[in-house]
């Protein structure tokens, strides 16, 4: 499939999920089954995504200076940094670390 | 214009400007996973929901299958069918108005409205987030796409943990239960064992069906 083909098809299918949301009786949302589910779903794609962005590397998991980027991003996200300066600090982590060849 | 007007005029363009500089992370992060400026700049104009759009340029760039692109994406935007859901009654009738409100429905504009008390704040809020965050978010894809493009190794300036992070920075403020954090941590588990047993791209599903079954079983442990 090429990448076109998987950009339409992916934006279409967010897309369409949004609006659904304006037709479907307001009584459905506020079933507790379904915000548990659409919460529990975010949470964990998001952090398989953390860690799929963090340790994988062609076909198998591997530690590099991306590691210790995460690790200072969350400390920043402990200290309440806004999201920007958590992104900025996570990419500077890398970029130093590899710069000075402490990690790959 | 009333001061709480202002305040929710000035808190939508606030959280609008802090997520359209982001945007430069992500146009720049496009690129670099090998879409070009367009289907980059398409992302933001129709999918437009951060999450999704980070999904599917990071299972491209770990060459995952295009399929599980699209159902990380979507299930990443099932949230947005609840958001919806929710400002149905604040947006009101009106077809192309919800149309146009549907597009806009994403966490921060949903946040923003969520965040007032009355009715006309709550329009206000939702309709200054949304398309303050689609314009920014827009001009600021643009811009990262094209310095992406031009600065070619992007790993030298941190680019690909910067999306780790992102990631993380998106998932912190759901951990504030127990909940949460065990789901995040189980899920964090199976991606780990998961990434040299499956095809790129299948972890995350994995990741997703095992979180749903912990979330029932979480729940049936509370009744």
Redesign the interface.
């Known amino acids: 499939?090429?990448?076109?083909?998987?950009?339409?098809?992916?934006?279409?299918?967010?897309?369409a999920?949004?609006?659904?949301?304006?037709v479907?009786p307001?009584s459905?949302?506020?079933q507790p089954a379904?915000?548990?589910?659409?919460?529990?779903?975010?949470?964990?794609?998001?952090?398989?995504?953390?860690?799929?962005?963090?340790?994988?590397s062609?076909?198998?998991?591997a530690i590099d200076?991306?590691v210790i980027?995460?690790l200072?991003?969350?400390v920043m996200?402990m200290l309440r940094a806004?999201?920007?300066i958590?992104?900025?600090?996570?990419?500077?982590?890398?970029?130093?670390l590899?710069?000075t060849g402490v990690m790959p | 214009m009333d001061i709480t007007s202002r305040k929710t005029v000035s808190m939508g363009l606030s959280v609008a400007a802090?997520?359209s500089?982001?945007g430069i992370?992500f146009g720049a992060l496009s690129v670099a996973s090998?879409?070009d400026v367009w289907?980059t700049q398409?992302?933001s104009i129709?999918?437009?929901?951060g999450?999704?759009q980070?999904?599917?340029i990071?299972l491209?760039a770990?060459?995952a299958?295009?399929?599980s692109?699209?159902t990380?994406?979507?299930?990443?935007?099932?949230?947005?069918?609840?958001?919806?859901?929710?400002?149905?009654?604040t947006?009101g009738p009106g077809l192309w108005k919800?149309?146009l409100?549907?597009?806009l429905?994403i966490d921060e504009s949903t946040a923003v409205s969520l965040s007032q008390s009355e009715l006309q704040h709550k329009r206000l809020g939702f309709w200054v987030t949304g398309i303050g965050v689609f314009i920014g978010w827009n001009a600021m894809t643009f811009l990262g796409a094209v310095l992406g493009d031009a600065v070619g190794d992007v790993?030298?300036?941190?680019?690909?943990?910067?999306?780790?992070?992102?990631?993380?920075?998106?998932?912190?403020p759901?951990?504030t239960a127990k909940d949460?954090i065990v789901?995040?941590?189980?899920?964090?588990v199976?991606?780990?064992i998961a990434?040299?047993a499956v095809p790129?791209g299948v972890?995350?599903l994995v990741?997703?069906a095992?979180?749903?079954v912990?979330?029932f079983m979480l729940?049936r442990g509370a009744k």
């Open positions: 499939m090429s990448i076109w083909n998987t950009v339409i098809a992916a934006s279409l299918a967010v897309m999920l949004k609006l659904i949301g304006y479907v307001t459905f949302g506020e379904v915000q548990r589910m659409s919460s529990v779903l975010t949470v964990a794609l998001l952090s398989s995504l953390v860690v799929i962005q963090t340790v994988a062609s076909g198998g998991v200076a991306r980027s995460v200072a991003a969350g996200l806004p999201f920007i958590v992104v900025i600090v996570a990419a500077a982590t890398a970029a130093l590899r710069f | 802090a997520v500089l982001y992370s090998g879409l289907q398409f992302l129709v999918m437009f929901s999450g999704s980070f999904a599917v990071g491209i770990s060459g299958a295009g399929g692109a699209i990380s994406a979507a299930l990443l935007g099932v949230r947005n069918t609840l958001y919806a859901v929710t400002m149905a009654p947006i919800r149309l409100a549907g597009q429905t790993r030298a300036f941190g680019l690909d943990a910067a999306a780790a992070a992102a990631f993380l920075a998106l998932l912190w759901r951990l949460p789901i995040a941590v189980v899920a964090a199976v991606t780990v990434i040299p790129a972890p995350v990741a997703a095992v979180g749903l912990t979330g729940n």
